[in-house]
């Protein structure tokens, strides 16, 4: 949804397989989250219903292929044919997009919403609504039918006959492309022409048959295709679709109609940094606050060897990105406090940054896809423990959120996925994680962001990674910024318990805590849990001397024991102590001097109180037991 002087709402791109852009921070200041939804949900249905969205989104894919290949001869051509087919599409796209949105307000909520809906749309977006007022404002028939006829009328403008010798002879240059558009065969000649016809009641439906992969076949015979070999991701069920609609029963065309909504929800982008506009500046310097984004893979670059450094900035009161090109040591700048990287740099088979080393400064990963963010939860899962966290629960009924998540023994890869709120409920339940999903109203949650310390620094973290997901200046005291609404709960947290007392850097030392997963390195110990959490207490001997066992199956048996005596042993929990939480804790420890008595052998009645430098030998030169 772009609208003359206005800022962009959202958009559909047909790259990466065609995937929808969605302004998060504007779209919530403005209340317009659905509309703009629905609006580029069905720019993405007809692209992907219609022959030319099809042979789009193959020229995109072409393309990608070229850029690989570094032909940019054949690049250039195609995505010129591609641009030129692109802009011929856009009238229909928008007629039936507009009228689309507004009867599906209609259908939804009521006819009130619906004018209020049209009235906020500039002139040409009216104007857009107004090419089908024939059908909208036909009070014979219902909003059902409306919809059908004109999904049926902008199916048919962009339906040429692509497979046939004069569409393919029109391919080979540009000049014969603009001829064969020029006039019965351009896309919104062809609706005004159907349209005219459903006025008088004629039949404009004509054969059109495309058999996709005989249609990839003639334009790579063509030399049209040379590099793409491959099939287009979904596109068998759309062709199934197109091709045997007439015989497919109603619940198949509902479970495929499903399956489409989630394949359709899974390329909202809530975030992309392609479609960010910057502004570069002198000195990214000068406007540092916190953090700073790193960004390698660039076509702005001039200097390969460089980064691509973005932060969100007011200018003239106005939220904006900045921007600015420098070498990679500027990431010393002590300014900084945390590196923010796209997922689109981080290497998930190494659980890594892809051009980025961890050093004592912690990187932020905004996860850009829900194919990302499902494959990094899965790994973690699979390989490490997982914290993760939601801004809120499902009795707010928020359109969008904010996931945040990591693995407990990486506290300085920290994972940030803006996303829609029933996609993130989708998630949880694919994965099976609901047990482990805290939300910001929840101290648990603090255990994702615990490496920034105390409250204060927590406090100044979600101020700059909200303000530069959603451009906006974040300032708390202003409750209609659309970043003080989406961390509204978090913020509330962070200052109700800033004025507890605690023992030094205890965050970190908090989310270190062993969870019941957690496998020794190599003792294990008795600890107490509420609910899922480890508190932090030792089943101890006394209160300055704990238990370490060398077996698992020693400290199995001395719960099952303490059980016996009718102990607390209800609450307590084996759990590994591993290098991450001891190292943690081992100067806390000292401190308070703390004894730690090792049990070796249960049965045989062998320990040891251990000095704890030499305990601190042992647990980080030891492998897993």
């Known amino acids: 949804m772009k609208y003359e002087n206005f800022e962009v709402l959202g958009s559909y791109s047909v790259r990466e397989g065609g995937y929808i852009n969605f302004s998060m921070g504007k779209n919530l200041e403005l209340g317009t989250e659905i509309n703009t939804y629905i ?3 069905f720019h993405m249905y007809l692209t992907n219903c219609s022959n030319l969205g099809f042979l789009l989104l193959l020229f995109e894919r072409e393309c990608s292929f070229a850029l690989e290949a570094e032909d940019e001869l054949h690049y250039n051509k195609i995505r010129e044919l591609s641009e030129m087919i692109f802009n011929r599409t856009i009238d229909v796209q928008e007629i039936y997009a507009n009228n689309q949105e507004l009867l599906w307000i209609e259908d939804k909520f009521d006819a009130d919403l619906k004018r209020k809906s049209f009235e906020h749309k500039p002139k040409k977006y009216q104007d857009y609504c107004n090419e089908m007022s024939v059908i909208t404002n036909n009070e014979n028939l219902n909003n059902g039918e409306k919809r059908y006829w004109i999904e049926k009328i902008c199916l048919h403008a962009l339906n040429i006959q692509i497979s046939s010798d004069e569409f393919l002879n029109a391919l080979k240059s540009r000049q014969k492309l603009d001829e064969y558009f020029s006039e019965e065969n351009h896309p919104k000649t062809r609706l005004n022409i159907a ?26 015979d063509l030399g049209i295709i040379k590099h793409f070999n491959m099939r287009l991701p979904g596109w068998d069920q759309i062709a199934t679709i197109m091709n045997n609609k007439d015989i497919l029963n109603q619940i198949n065309i509902k479970e495929f109609n499903e399956l489409t909504q989630k394949r359709m929800d899974e ?236 023992i030094p850097d205890y965050y970190n030392k908090w989310a270190a805590l062993p969870t019941k997963k957690t496998v020794g390195e190599p003792y294990y110990a008795l600890m107490e849990f509420d609910n899922e959490n480890n508190t932090g207490a030792f089943k101890a001997i006394n209160e300055k001397t704990i238990i370490f066992f060398y077996n698992k199956s020693d400290a199995l048996n001395h719960k099952k024991s303490l059980l016996k005596n009718k102990s607390m042993s209800d609450k307590l929990e084996v759990v590994g102590i591993d290098r991450h939480y001891w190292n943690a804790v081992k100067k806390h420890f000292l401190d308070i001097h703390l004894n730690i008595f090792i049990c070796y052998d249960a049965r045989g009645n062998i320990g040891e109180l251990i000095d704890l430098k030499k305990l601190d030998g042992f647990i980080n030169n030891t492998h897993r037991v």
């Open 267 to 502: 390329k909202v982008k809530l975030f992309d940094f392609y479609n960010l506009q910057v502004e570069e500046v002198d000195d990214i310097s000068d406007h540092l606050d916190f953090g700073v984004f790193a960004i390698k893979n660039c076509e702005n670059l001039t200097n390969k060897e460089n980064f691509y450094f973005i932060t969100e900035t007011s200018i003239d009161t106005i939220p904006s990105y900045v921007s600015d090109q420098a070498p990679y040591h500027f990431l010393s700048n002590p300014e900084i406090k945390v590196i923010g990287i796209s997922s689109n740099e981080f290497d998930i088979i190494n659980m890594k940054p892809s051009y980025i080393d961890i050093k004592e400064t912690p990187v932020v990963v905004l996860v850009e896809s829900y194919t990302d963010a499902k494959e990094i939860i899965n790994k973690i899962l699979l390989e490490g423990e997982l914290y993760i966290g939601d801004l809120y629960d499902q009795s707010m009924n928020n359109f969008s959120t904010v996931l945040f998540f990591r693995e407990r023994t990486e506290p300085k890869i920290i994972f940030v996925f803006p996303t829609l709120k029933k996609l993130l409920i989708r998630l949880v339940k694919e994965l099976g994680i609901e047990s482990v999903l805290v939300y910001s109203n929840n101290e648990q949650f603090i255990k994702t962001i615990s490496v920034f310390g105390n409250e204060v620094e927590l406090l100044k973290f979600a101020r700059w990674i909200f303000s530069f997901i959603l451009k906006s200046s974040c300032r708390f005291t202003v409750l209609e910024d659309s970043a003080t609404k989406m961390s509204f709960d978090l913020t509330k947290l962070l200052s109700n318990v800033i004025m507890k007392i605690r």
């Open 195 to 220: 349209l005219g016809k459903y006025c008088r009641n004629e039949n404009f439906e004509e054969a059109v048959e495309v058999n996709p992969y005989k249609f990839f076949s003639k334009i790579k």
């Open 39 to 41: 609006h580029e949900l």
